[in-house]
């Protein structure tokens, strides 16, 4: 081992993508192919009054147009949570992208001019847009028969509150009442958009009974799933297959529209297309980050440690709950934070809006929690005087620690990465005039999942490792060839990759939860451990030696001691194969156990009670002030992870160096706006600013390196998701300490900050008293069943 | 639904094509109309006269008086970087330089960022400032008007039907002691609009002070041109005569803001409420002011301003 990993190579889809030559799913074509396009509602809450497709379907040009007529009469639940969407709106429209029919013609042109022959009337209903008045007694209903939705047995649900979890150890309240010190706050993040630069792509083609999905999905095999149960198909007849991704972040993770155009397929009787436009990208997708209201209350002892913390966390779900019913636990995960607290009560609910539906975009609910629990922190930390880095450095956990549930931490690098990244971004040293630092901690979980493998050496001497893996762009899969190559004594360049097709690769999760080298790594592992094993027992007959004397290195088996004595791959392949074999291996390896922990006290227990190898990280953000327009530009950030064992530095690294500026855009200018009406007032690149080139910082990234017991292939963590969770955080605390004004709104746009400068805070309510003590048992929502804080109590300076 | 497409070699006969075909609309460089179109704002027209072939719209030339003849096909990226714009109309070479992305800026032209009418169009600030006066003609007639004079509104310019094309642009030479400069609130330091804009042109009496600053001059004259706070590019009069005769200092230039930020009436939108809109005129104002002045006394301010402008003390 080690010949391989940790050294840069080139990734194989490469060059393809470098070169303008890689196919998306966009640029594929099929024979006779018509073009699909969605009619959506336009308007955010109604009552379809009447619906008549006969003049469109009539249209020149026109093979198809169906509605939820025209596919099985039921609701789907596509993370298997909430049954609680149709396919096509039936009767009510719940949000502006939801769609209500679809069209196949010959030309984009003739599918637009049937989309507008549709008649269709609406009865507007009224809207449910603030999640805290959702909540309220008498709040309209975004679901009105929500109690009859199928769902999973652990959801605790009423009302407009779809799923709501908790994260509760010791007795907060008393500690709370014990603490010398209490600090209040108020957070609210705005909704934020993934944003992938290839927008949503499908094109899905008959043959007999069986239908190939051509789709821009971070999660085949779950699309696989759902087309089947959404069409009432077997899953065998069903084949997804993944082009190039031109990026996710977790916006394609999920089912989305592979049944519409696969049903749309079917009644055109040709194959069919469909390429989302921009505005389709932002307002139908369901997989936005969620809009959230995070209340926290934390209370000190006087030497600056944390006692206990409660927190209230309201996350606006839109209008179906797809996997949103899993994050609320997640965001109570993180808003105890990297922090060893022996008293917590987190609640967190998940609120249906009249907005699109959220999900799991990239680390969901990690980087506004963070950055509200970071920014808190550096208040905890003021008010007992402490330096930020000192203060933390206090409570961070180390090993021996108890997680929120009682996990047991293992050594790990959070206080080695809060010390490294306070010495790369120079804290404490002399800052030219304007500029200022901010620091975030932050922790993150891996994800143990099925995956499997295939690797096969051919006579040739050249590898093939067949996965069910999905390539998002962030070249995890490419990196499976380094693993294969470590374990074969073979350069990752020996070998290709067959990957994203249903019918070949094994069940994998897909490009989400930052789960790929984690599970389909150890997969792979295992699966050349069987062809190693085949190639020594080849190898010592071939060579007259002991197996325990054979070593595999650049391509070859040789005797330790003599290189005279030896033979290629390729030989032993041949050999193999002359002799009837051949050199073929399966793995998907074991998976990881989630540490012992105590979830008796939590509801909505959905899987994340405990951080399976959590990563540990923290970024500190050297940034540029502009006092008079509240413009922040971000000059430095240094980024410094815990993610175990780095087995692909020059990919971690670009997971990192990414995550950082996507995580830029968060921080300062990303961010839904909605109007009154419900409908998004930004759904273009122009207002929606994702940061450019040009807004990169200097970004310096280092790693602590702490293997996992229990992690991944050689003691790997996730590396996915953490670094976007805690830059706006260290942002946030750069721009208080600039200014003196805390910006507890987010995205902290010019405006926000120049308002937060002039008044003190930007002027979110803070909780007006304690924040009410969570019912302990499973189903009682708090007191009154509505969000336990008070309205406004003006700010808190 | 036809549709109708031109690509002319002589400006005759684009001239003619406008003239017997009413809904034909001219399109060089397409960064408004096609981006336009593809968000859905307003169709493509059913016809369209390509004008990018012309060469009586392209190229630019020195003129005798020093004026700066400049052809309506004269792109972004040229104005940014030409060494006359640069340092004779440097507020021209300011916006020209953060129009868009590099593709836009190679792309996209002053012909049409001018006749596109948009109260958020960079290059037209500094043209009017810098007294610049356009070429209209039509098949049968040919005129001059004030750049100041061919936006209306939104969208909508001084030219009558048939007189569509815009030929060429005047840019006198600026008289000797004066600097300009535009500078743009920008929210990304890239690929942005204008919230709000201001182009600020300064003409200093006396001499520089000693280390090349304007300390112990007097402003001569000043002009003001403001971007995206009105349904055209306006100037800031009230604000401009304030100056006249003071020394260019902070307190004079914040003075000006405040007066320019009076004038205006900034709408409240997705980019930025009218209150902040407001505050913000008056920095970029004053701001703008200070780079001008800064030029006009021999002391380099990079283009573009709007970058060297980003926390600058004024």
């Known amino acids: 081992m080690t010949a391989t990993i940790e050294r840069p190579f080139p990734r194989a889809d490469g060059p393809a993508k470098a070169t303008g030559q890689a196919d998306y799913t966009g640029d594929l074509t099929a024979p006779g192919m018509a073009h699909g396009r969605f009619l959506v509602a336009g308007r955010a809450h109604a009552r379809i009054r009447r619906l008549d497709v006969t003049a469109a379907r009539t249209r020149p040009g026109v093979f198809a147009v169906i509605t939820a007529a025209d596919v099985p009469d039921r609701l789907y639940a596509s993370s298997g949570f909430v049954a609680d969407r149709p396919l096509f709106a039936r009767n009510v429209v719940r949000y502006e992208g939801e769609v209500v029919a679809a069209v196949a013609a010959a030309t984009p042109e003739a599918a637009d001019a049937a989309l507008r022959a549709i008649e269709i009337e609406y009865e507007d209903l009224p809207l449910v847009l603030d999640v805290e008045r959702a909540l309220q007694p008498g709040s309209p209903l975004v679901h009105e028969n929500w109690a009859g939705y199928e769902k999973d047995g652990e959801i605790v649900a009423e009302g407009n509150m779809a799923a709501r979890s908790t994260i509760v150890k010791g007795d907060a309240t008393a500690a709370l009442g014990a603490a010398d010190v209490v600090v209040r706050e108020r957070y609210v993040a705005d909704m934020i958009h993934p944003v992938p630069i290839e927008p949503h792509a499908i094109l899905a083609e008959w043959s007999g009974d069986r239908v190939t999905i051509h789709s821009s999905s971070q999660v085949p095999f779950a699309a696989r799933t759902m087309v089947a149960e959404t069409l009432e198909i077997p899953q065998h007849r069903v084949r997804v297959v993944v082009s190039h991704l031109g990026g996710g972040f977790g916006g394609k993770c999920d089912f989305h529209y592979e049944a519409h155009v696969a049903a749309l397929a079917r009644a055109a009787r040709r194959p069919v297309r469909v390429v989302f436009t921009r505005r389709e990208e932002f307002t139908m997708p369901d997989k936005v980050g969620h809009g959230m209201v995070v209340d926290l209350e934390t209370g000190l002892s006087s030497d600056g440690r944390i006692v206990a913390r409660r927190g209230r966390i309201l996350l606006d779900c839109g209008a179906y709950a797809a996997d949103s019913p899993v994050l609320g636990q997640i965001a109570c995960m993180e808003a105890v934070g990297p922090y060893r607290i022996p008293h917590v009560d987190l609640d967190a609910r998940l609120v249906y809006t009249n907005r699109v539906p959220s999900g799991s975009v990239r680390a969901p609910t990690g980087p506004q929690t963070c950055w509200a629990v970071e920014g808190h922190t550096d208040e905890l930390a003021a008010r007992v005087g402490l330096d930020p880095v000192e203060f933390r450095r206090r409570n961070l956990v180390t090993a021996g620690d108890e997680g929120p549930t009682r996990q047991l931490f293992e050594p790990n690098g959070a206080l080695r990465a809060l010390d490294e990244a306070a010495r790369r971004i120079g804290w404490g040293s002399p800052l030219p005039a304007g500029e200022s630092i901010g620091i975030a901690a932050g922790w993150w979980f891996s994800m143990p999942s099925a995956s499997g493998a295939f690797v096969r050496i051919d006579a040739d001497g050249r590898g093939r490792i067949v996965t069910g893996a999905q390539e998002n762009g962030t070249g995890a899969v490419m990196a499976l060839a380094m693993l294969a190559g470590d374990e074969l004594g073979m350069a990752p360049e020996d070998f290709a990759i067959v990957y994203q097709d249903t019918d070949a690769g094994p069940y994998d999760t897909g490009s989400a939860g930052s789960q790929t080298t984690f599970n389909a790594g150890r997969a792979v592992v295992e699966a050349a451990r069987e062809v190693r094993t085949k190639v020594i027992a080849a190898a010592a007959e071939m060579l007259e030696a002991a197996h325990a004397d054979l070593e595999l290195r650049d391509g070859a088996i040789s005797v330790v001691g003599s290189p005279d004595r030896r033979v290629t791959i390729g030989a032993v392949a041949t050999q193999v194969q002359d002799d009837g074999g051949l050199l073929l291996g399966a793995g998907s390896g074991t998976a990881p156990t989630k540490p012992e922990h105590d979830a008796s006290a939590c509801v909505g227990r959905l899987g994340f009670e405990a951080f399976a190898s959590p990563t540990f990280f923290c970024q500190a953000a050297r940034v540029k002030v502009d006092r008079a327009t509240g413009v922040v530009r971000v000059l430095e950030v240094a980024a410094v992870n815990d993610i175990g064992r780095v087995l692909n530095p020059r990919g971690a690294a670009g997971q990192i160096t990414g995550g950082v500026v996507q995580a830029i855009g968060t921080a300062l200018t990303e961010g839904t706006v909605y109007g009154a009406d419900g409908r998004q007032r930004n759904a273009a690149l122009l207002d929606y600013k994702l940061p450019t080139a040009a807004d990169a910082p200097t970004i310096d990234v280092g790693f602590i390196e702490a293997p996992a017991a229990n992690g991944g292939p050689y003691g790997a963590k996730g590396v996915g998701e953490p670094p976007i969770v805690p830059t706006a955080g260290a942002i946030g605390n750069a721009i208080a300490a600039a200014t003196g004004a805390r910006v507890r709104r987010l995205p902290m746009t010019p405006e926000r900050v120049w308002r937060a400068m002039r008044e003190g805070s930007d002027g979110a309510a803070d909780p007006g008293g304690p924040l009410a003590p969570a019912a302990a048992s499973a189903g009682e929502p708090a007191s009154g069943g509505a969000v336990p804080v008070g309205a406004s109590a003006g700010n808190r300076r | ?314």
């Open chain 2, 1 to 314: 639904m036809s549709h109708r497409w031109a690509a002319p070699t002589a400006l005759a006969d684009a001239l003619g094509v406008l003239a017997t075909d009413p809904g034909a609309r001219p399109v060089a460089g397409g960064t408004d109309l096609v981006v336009g179109s593809r968000q859905g704002r307003r169709p493509l027209p059913d016809s369209i006269v390509a004008i990018d072939r012309i060469p009586e719209l392209a190229g630019q030339r020195a003129d005798p008086d020093g004026s700066l003849v400049l052809g309506a096909l004269t792109s972004h990226a040229w104005l940014a970087s030409a060494d006359a714009v640069v340092s004779s109309w440097t507020a021209l070479a300011d916006a020209a330089a953060i129009v868009g992305s590099p593709a836009t800026r190679g792309t996209g032209t002053l012909g049409g960022n001018i006749m596109n009418a948009s109260p958020a169009a960079e290059t037209v600030g500094p043209l009017i400032v810098a007294g610049a006066v356009a070429t209209l003609v039509s098949s049968t007639a040919k005129r001059q008007l004030a750049v100041a004079e061919v936006a209306t509104g939104p969208g909508r310019t001084a030219a009558t039907a048939g007189e569509l094309l815009l030929t060429e642009v005047r840019v006198p030479a600026p008289p000797e002691g004066s600097g300009s400069a535009y500078v743009r609130l920008e929210y990304r330091a890239a690929m942005e609009i204008a919230v709000v804009g201001a182009t600020a042109f300064v003409a200093l009496d006396g001499s520089a002070g000693g280390d090349g600053s304007a300390a112990r001059a007097t402003i001569r004259e000043a002009r003001i041109a403001l971007t995206a706070v009105a349904p055209t590019i306006i100037r800031a009069t009230a604000a401009e005569e304030r100056l006249a005769g003071r020394s260019p200092d902070a307190a004079a230039f914040a003075a000006a803001g405040q007066a320019a930020a009076a004038a205006a009436s900034p709408i409240s939108d997705v980019r930025a409420s009218a209150e902040y809109r407001r505050a913000m005129i008056e920095v970029v104002v004053a701001r703008a002011l200070s780079a001008a002045a800064r030029r006009a006394a021999g002391e380099d301010v990079p283009v573009p301003a709007s970058r060297w402008a980003h926390g600058q003390e004024v």
